[in-house]
C-alpha cells in the first residue's frame, strides 16, 4: 500500500492552455474525491465518484473542468482553457465505503497558471 | 449550509507549551469530524477522526474532542515541540457521500 499518488506535483501553464491532471488512489478505496485549495484556505471540495460513477459536483467545478474515473481506479481533472483564477493546489483523496468516511490525501498538483 | 471556522488563524508559542486549536461548525448533523496537519506546500496528513457518536480521541500528545450539540470541537497538543509548526485543520462529513467540509486552518508556531 504505497497511498494516494498524485501527478504532476508541479505543472506551470499559460493562460488559455488545457492541462490535465492524474490521481491514484489506495488500490482498494472506491470512494475518491477532488479538492482544491487556495493559498491560505481551507481545500474546497469539488467532485466526488464511487467506483466510475461521479455521483456530486461542487458549483466550482464550472464547464471548463472535467473529471473521470474510466474503470474504477485511477481518477483524472482536467481543466480547459485555463485562467490565472485557477492556480491553486489540486488535492485527490480516497476512502472505503464505510461508515467512517475517513479520508487520506495524495500529495497534491500544484498549478501555476501565468 | 454546513460551515466550519477555526480560531485563532495563526498561533505563536514557546517550545513545551499546552495548546488548543479551536473548531466550530454551524450544523451539528454530522457523521464525523476529522483533524488534519499541512506542512507547507504539502498534501493533508489525518491526525484523529471522531465519528459523531464519539466524545474525544487519543494519539500520542494529541486528543481531540467532540461536542456536537454545541458544534464545536477542540485539538489539545501537550508539551507542543518545533516539530509540530504547520497548519492544522479540521473539517466535518455531513452528508453520505462523505465530502469533508473544511475551516480555514490554524497555523501554528512551536519556537525553540
Known amino acids: 500500500d504505497t497511498g494516494v499518488s498524485q501527478n504532476p506535483r508541479h505543472k506551470i501553464t499559460k493562460r488559455g492552455q488545457n492541462v490535465t491532471f492524474r490521481c491514484d488512489p489506495i488500490s482498494e478505496h472506491n470512494r475518491l474525491y477532488w479538492y482544491r485549495q487556495t493559498l491560505g484556505q481551507g481545500p474546497e471540495f469539488l467532485t466526488y465518484f464511487q467506483n466510475e460513477a461521479q455521483l456530486e459536483k461542487s458549483r466550482l467545478l464550472s464547464d471548463r473542468f472535467s473529471a473521470e474515473r474510466p474503470k474504477g481506479s485511477f481518477s483524472t481533472l482536467e481543466i480547459q482553457r485555463t485562467e490565472q483564477g485557477d492556480s491553486a493546489m489540486y488535492l485527490c483523496?480516497?476512502?472505503?465505503?464505510?461508515?467512517?468516511?475517513?479520508?487520506?490525501f495524495g500529495p497534491g498538483t500544484r498549478l501555476t497558471v501565468t | 449550509k454546513q460551515e466550519v471556522t477555526q480560531i485563532p488563524a495563526a498561533l505563536s508559542v514557546p517550545e513545551g507549551e499546552n495548546l488548543v486549536l479551536n473548531c466550530s461548525f454551524t450544523d451539528s448533523a454530522i457523521y464525523n469530524l476529522q483533524w488534519f496537519r499541512q506542512d507547507p506546500g504539502k498534501g493533508l496528513t489525518s491526525l484523529l477522526l471522531i465519528q459523531s457518536s464519539q466524545r474525544e480521541q487519543t494519539s500520542g500528545r494529541l486528543n481531540a474532542s467532540l461536542d456536537k450539540s454545541s458544534g464545536r470541537s477542540t485539538l489539545y497538543i501537550a508539551a507542543s515541540q518545533p516539530g509540530d509548526s504547520a497548519t492544522y485543520l479540521c473539517a466535518v462529513v455531513s452528508s453520505n457521500t462523505g465530502k469533508l467540509i473544511f475551516g480555514q486552518g490554524t497555523t501554528l508556531q512551536v519556537k525553540p
Open positions: 483523496a480516497s476512502s472505503l465505503s464505510t461508515s467512517s468516511y475517513e479520508q487520506y
